[in-house]
């Protein structure tokens, strides 16, 4: 199954994406994903990132799903919110690498015997 972006509008607080659902057949369906704004800010998502976090909730409910009004919900707002803060500790951590122990005769190759 494809999907693609046609389009969006705005409605009170809301922002209502507009898809075209492509299937194997190669019929096309109309259908729509409404996001609330105000619940974005409260999560960390950006505003740019809206198409495609709602192109990804089309993918996990098309499996047999022929849904043509879904709702980007606070639960999978913060379930990606969480998702967000995993990555960015995992980060965090690959960046936090151990040092290693400066030895007694660093820069003994280069400075040559003491005499």
Known sequence: MQFILTGFTHHTGFRVFAFERIGEDRVRTKCTVKA???LIRTYGIHIQELPLLCRGLLDRTSEGDGAPALIFT???MRACAGERAAARAA???RK????KPVGENVGAAWRGQPA
Request: no cysteine.
């Open 36 to 38: 609330d704004l105000g």
């Open 74 to 76: 606070e639960a999978e």
């Open 91 to 93: 980060a965090i951590q």
């Open 96 to 99: 936090r690498t151990p040092h």
